[in-house]
C-alpha cells in the first residue's frame, strides 16, 4: 500500500510538471492552527488595509476541512512567471512581471482541472477542489507544508531552484498521498536587503506587510487615493511592486519562464510615455483584458498612471 502511494504521488508530481508547472509537491491535509493565530493577529493590527475580504472566514485559510469536506491532501504546484523580457521604453510607469502575460487564475486552474482529471483515471471516485487566489486558503503555508520552499523576510515563498517569482497552485482531494517533508529551513539567514530595499518601509520584522504601505496593495487592492506620503515613493510604479524580490539573491541567475502564457503582448510592451498618458478605458480593455491588471477598474488604472507620473524622478 506504502509503495502504492508513493508511485501515484510520484505519477502525480510528474504530471503536474507535464503539465507546466515548475514545482509540485504533497502534504497531509491538517489545521495550521499556529499561523492562523499569527494571521488573526496581523488582521488584530488592522495590517489588511481595506481588504476586507481577509477577515472573513480566518479559520477556513488554515483548515481545510473547513473548505473542502473529506478532504485528505493537498497537491501545491508552482509556476514561475520570472522573465528578462519586458517594458522596452524608459521613463514610462513600471509594471509587475507578473502581470505581463495572462491573468494566472486562467492559467493555472484549468492546469489544475487537468491534473484532476489525470487523478481520477488513476482512482475512480478521488474528488478536487482546485484553487490559485481564488478561495479563502492561505496559500504560501501550504509551499512550506509541502517541502517546496520557505517564506522569505519579504513574505513571499522562495524555492531553492526558482526563486520567489512564482505563483502557487492547490489542489486538495479526497484521498491519501504519499507526504513530502515540510520544509524547515529558513535559508535568507542574515540577509535583510528586501527589508532595506523597500520604498516604503512595509515589511514588518515578523515576515508580514503593512499593507497599508505596501505598493502592491495601494496600487491594486485600494480603492481610494493612493496616500500623499506614499506617491514620491512609488518609483514610477503603475500597478504591483517587485522591489523586494528584485534585491533578494535568492533571484538572482534563475531561469526565465517558459510559459507562453506569461509572455508580454508586444503592444505593451512597446507603450511609450504618450500611449501611458492618453490611454483610454476602450484602450485599457484592449490592452490588459487578458491580463491580471483588469481587476483594477479604469478610474483607478487613470489614478495610479498619474500618481506614477508624479512619482517619476523621485527617490522611490
Ligand atoms: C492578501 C494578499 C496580498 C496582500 C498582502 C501581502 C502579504 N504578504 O500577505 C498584498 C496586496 C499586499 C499582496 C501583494 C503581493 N502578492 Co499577494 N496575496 C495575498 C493573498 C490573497 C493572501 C495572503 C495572506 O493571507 N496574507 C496575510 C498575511 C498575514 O499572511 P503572511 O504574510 O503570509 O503571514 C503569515 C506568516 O508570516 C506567519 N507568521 C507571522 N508571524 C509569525 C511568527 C512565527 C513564529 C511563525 C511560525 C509564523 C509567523 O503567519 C502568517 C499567517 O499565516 C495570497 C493568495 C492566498 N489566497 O493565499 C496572495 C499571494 C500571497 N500573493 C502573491 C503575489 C505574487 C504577490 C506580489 C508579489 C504581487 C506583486 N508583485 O505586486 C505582492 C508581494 C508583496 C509582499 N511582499 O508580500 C502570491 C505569492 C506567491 C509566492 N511565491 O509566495 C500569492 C500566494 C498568490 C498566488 N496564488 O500565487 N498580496
Ligand atoms: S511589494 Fe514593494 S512596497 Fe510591498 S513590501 Fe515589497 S518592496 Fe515593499
Ligand atoms: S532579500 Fe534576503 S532577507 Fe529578503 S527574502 Fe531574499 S534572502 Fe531573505
Known amino acids: 500500500m506504502g509503495d502504492d502511494l508513493k508511485i501515484l504521488s510520484e505519477k502525480i508530481k510528474q504530471k503536474a510538471l507535464a503539465l507546466g508547472f515548475d514545482i509540485c509537491g504533497t502534504a497531509k491535509a491538517r ?6 493565530l499569527h494571521f488573526r493577529a496581523w488582521l488584530g493590527k488592522g495590517m489588511n488595509d481595506r481588504m476586507a475580504y481577509l477577515e472573513r472566514d480566518p479559520a477556513g485559510r488554515f483548515n481545510p476541512e473547513l473548505v ?56 475512480p471516485g478521488a474528488e478536487g477542489r482546485a484553487f490559485s487566489d481564488t478561495g479563502f486558503l492561505h496559500e504560501k503555508s501550504w509551499i512550506v507544508e ?18 520567489s517569482y512564482f505563483f ?58 493612493i496616500p500623499e506620503e506614499i506617491v514620491p515613493k512609488l518609483g514610477g510604479r503603475v500597478y504591483g511592486c517587485d522591489r523586494c524580490q528584485e534585491v533578494c539573491p535568492w533571484n538572482k541567475g534563475i531561469k526565465p519562464h517558459n510559459h507562453p502564457e506569461f509572455r508580454i503582448s508586444e503592444a505593451v510592451a512597446s507603450m511609450t510615455r ?10 485599457f480593455k484592449s490592452l ?3 491580463t491580471a491588471v483588469v481587476r ?14 508624479r512619482s517619476m524622478g523621485t527617490s522611490g
Request: proline share 4%; charged share 30%.
Open 68 to 123: 473542502f469536506s473529506g478532504v485528505k491532501s493537498l497537491i501545491v504546484a508552482g509556476i514561475s512567471y520570472y522573465s528578462e523580457q519586458g517594458q522596452v521604453e524608459r521613463d514610462v510607469p513600471v509594471l509587475t512581471r507578473y502581470a505581463y502575460g495572462e491573468d494566472y487564475h486562467d492559467v493555472i486552474i484549468p492546469k489544475l482541472r487537468k491534473l484532476l482529471s489525470f487523478i481520477r483515471e488513476k482512482v
Open 288 to 290: 490588459f483584458g487578458r
Open 168 to 225: 502557487i497552485g492547490i489542489l486538495m482531494v479526497n484521498i491519501e498521498l504519499d507526504y513530502d517533508d515540510p520544509f524547515t529551513r529558513d535559508r535568507c539567514g542574515s540577509c535583510r536587503l528586501c527589508i532595506d530595499s523597500c520604498p516604503t518601509a512595509a515589511i514588518n520584522e515578523d515576515r508580514t506587510i503593512d499593507a497599508r504601505k505596501c505598493i502592491s496593495n495601494l496600487t491594486i487592492e485600494n480603492r481610494g487615493p
Open 296 to 309: 483594477v477598474k479604469f478610474p483607478d488604472f487613470r489614478r495610479n498612471i498619474v500618481d506614477a507620473f
Open 274 to 283: 504618450k500611449d501611458w498618458e492618453s490611454i483610454t478605458e476602450d484602450r
Open 31 to 36: 489545521h495550521l492552527s499556529e499561523q492562523e
Open 146 to 163: 509541502a517541502g517546496l520552499g520557505w517564506q522569505g523576510k519579504h513574505s513571499i515563498m522562495i524555492n531553492p531552484q526558482i526563486g
